[in-house]
């Protein structure tokens, strides 16, 4: 059992920046692939970015250049560093992870909301 906990989320003006946490229980953190979510209303849940254990990284086009992922092993958290936030960005943003995503492990997930 994994229970992952988001933080970091807020009210941003277009162009501001956010960083995301997901603190994860359990040991086998560092083996997992960790995602970033998000969830606009109306809308279905989509994958905003992914780290393997191998730090390799995956983003949806349209956060590139924008958004970094990152873990910290040692402290069993996944980032998410969010710049040149745009309104489009406003969702519920949630951490998923596991040997594969989407997973079974969910976090309560966080509001990020950009607006002026």
């Known amino acids: 059992q994994v229970q992952l906990v988001e933080s970091g989320g807020g009210l941003v003006q277009p162009g501001g920046s956010l960083r995301l946490s997901c603190a994860a229980s359990?040991?086998?953190?560092?083996?997992?692939?960790m995602g970033w979510y998000r969830q606009a209303p109306g809308e279905q849940r989509e994958l905003v970015a992914a780290?393997?254990?191998?730090?390799?990284?995956h983003y949806r086009d349209s956060v590139k250049g924008r958004f970094t992922i990152s873990r910290d092993n040692a402290k069993n958290t996944v980032y998410l560093q969010m710049n040149g936030l745009k309104p489009e960005d406003t969702a519920v943003y949630f951490c998923?992870?596991?040997?594969?995503?989407?997973?079974?492990?969910w976090g309560q997930g966080t509001q990020v909301t950009v607006s002026s």
């Open positions: 998923s992870g596991g040997l594969l995503l989407p997973s079974n492990y």
């Open positions: 359990g040991s086998a953190f560092s083996i997992y692939t």
């Open positions: 780290i393997t254990s191998g730090g390799a990284t």
